[in-house]
């Protein structure tokens, strides 16, 4: 069966320090895969996502997320992060399937 | 902005209440999602249909029912809340193997 699986259960940076958040997902075939993100108070909206071609993708806010097919990642990255960052952030796996497995989540906080 | 809409926002109810909880979307996605979400925990899919008429369960045991009558309209229902179901349910819609968009989520507290 399909995972997600998010290493990193709460982060605390500073203002313009850099984000890296790891996810990890099981299974040997084609995968779509996404990042959301939940702000305070608000909907889940997607961040970015990767169907095929450029194993980097760019996505809303400057994040951007490298695929490494070898390593089944999708790790979540953005150089230089803000306060209004402060977010919850999802990593979703969807394969052969119309389900999206969810990972369960990495809270950010960002202190000015 | 969400198309994607989910009332109540929340709801505190009895233990042994019927409650449905609404999701409609106006985007006539053809898939419907409901997922479950506790803090701190990841989402659970429950509940999910690919069309009118067609419901399916989810990774994620639950007590709830579905419908999809209408395309737009994809309503869950307890028929005897309890403790246990205190959680953030959300709903979620997309056209094919698309981007999915959620709707804001209900808060059910059952006491």
């Known amino acids: 069966a399909q995972s997600v699986s998010q290493h990193n259960h709460h982060v605390i940076l500073s203002e313009a320090a850099s984000l890296e958040l790891g996810c990890n997902y099981s299974?040997?075939?084609?995968?779509?895969l996404f990042w959301y993100v939940q702000y305070p108070g608000q909907h889940l909206q997607l961040l970015l996502k990767?169907?095929?071609?450029?194993?980097l993708v760019k996505g809303i806010k400057g994040f951007e997320a490298e695929f490494i097919k070898s390593k089944f990642s999708f790790n979540l990255r953005k150089p230089s992060v803000q306060w209004s960052d402060t977010a919850e952030y999802f990593c979703?796996?969807?394969?052969?399937?119309?389900?999206?497995?969810f990972g369960t989540g990495t809270r950010l906080q960002v202190f000015p | 902005e969400a198309d994607i809409y989910q009332t109540p926002r929340y709801l505190v109810i009895g233990t042994g209440k019927k409650i449905t909880l609404e999701c409609s979307q106006t985007?006539?996605?053809?898939?419907m999602y409901w997922y479950q979400q506790d803090p701190g925990m990841e989402l659970h899919l429950i509940h999910y249909s690919y069309g009118v008429n067609s419901t399916e369960k989810g990774d994620l045991s639950s007590e709830s029912t579905v419908s999809r009558i209408r395309t737009e309209h994809f309503p869950l229902t307890l028929e005897s809340a309890r403790p246990s179901h205190t959680s953030q349910y959300l709903c979620?819609?997309?056209?094919?193997?698309?981007?999915?968009?959620f709707g804001n989520g209900t808060r059910l507290t059952v006491t």
């Open positions: 979620a819609s997309r056209r094919g193997q698309l981007t999915l968009h």
């Open positions: 299974y040997g075939g084609t995968v779509n």
């Open positions: 979703a796996v969807n394969a052969d399937t119309d389900k999206l497995i």
């Open positions: 990767y169907f095929s071609g450029d194993p």
């Open positions: 985007m006539g996605h053809d898939k």
